[in-house]
């Protein structure tokens, strides 16, 4: 593959990133929101609506992971990271549910507003890397 050719392909990867990271961040943000909600006295229909924004982050997350590696294998040994897992594991998610306290409202919210902020700054990463494959062309 020539030179312009694997430019034009890492461009269109990296505008499939920063998609599927948009929806993530949404994802997140809703999420975050439905915590904030729960932190206040929500119930189980808030932890259910919540956990299904986390779903869908993960959906996205998992396509995040398999593209950053197609842009790897396109240009090989750029710095970005290879494989990205939420920070929401199973048992927190299930003490969230089971237990139902403030504390545990507060940390998973606490993971969740961790998992944004890393998908801000993965986005970001995108962002420049589209400028300066855009620079090269």
Same mark, same amino acid.
């Given at each position: +593959?020539? @030179?312009?050719l694997?430019? @034009?392909?890492?461009i %269109?990867?990296? $505008?499939?990133?920063?998609?599927?990271l *948009? #929806?993530?961040?949404r994802q997140?943000?809703?999420?975050r %929101?439905?915590?904030?909600?729960?932190i206040?006295?929500?119930?189980?229909?808030t #932890?259910?609506i919540k956990?299904?924004?986390?779903? %869908?982050?993960k959906? =996205? +997350? @998992?396509?995040? %992971?398999?593209?950053?590696q197609e842009?790897? *294998?396109?240009?090989?040994?750029?710095?970005?990271?290879? $494989?990205y897992?939420?920070? &929401? @594991?199973?048992?927190?998610?299930?003490? $969230?549910?089971?237990? #139902?306290?403030?504390? &545990?409202d &507060?940390?998973?919210?606490a993971?969740i +507003?961790? =998992?944004?902020?890393?998908v801000?700054?993965?986005?970001?990463?995108c962002? *420049?890397?589209?400028r300066?494959? =855009?620079?090269?062309?």
């Amino acid at each position: +593959m020539t @030179n312009e050719l694997q430019i @034009n392909k890492a461009i %269109n990867i990296t $505008d499939q990133l920063i998609n599927c990271l *948009d #929806d993530a961040e949404r994802q997140l943000s809703s999420a975050r %929101n439905w915590g904030f909600l729960d932190i206040l006295g929500g119930g189980l229909i808030t #932890d259910l609506i919540k956990h299904s924004k986390l779903g %869908n982050a993960k959906s =996205s +997350m @998992n396509q995040v %992971n398999y593209l950053l590696q197609e842009l790897k *294998d396109v240009l090989g040994g750029i710095s970005m990271p290879g $494989d990205y897992r939420m920070n &929401v @594991n199973e048992f927190l998610t299930f003490a $969230d549910f089971f237990f #139902d306290s403030g504390i &545990v409202d &507060v940390y998973m919210t606490a993971k969740i +507003m961790n =998992s944004l902020s890393e998908v801000r700054k993965l986005k970001e990463k995108c962002y *420049d890397l589209k400028r300066r494959l =855009s620079s090269v062309q």
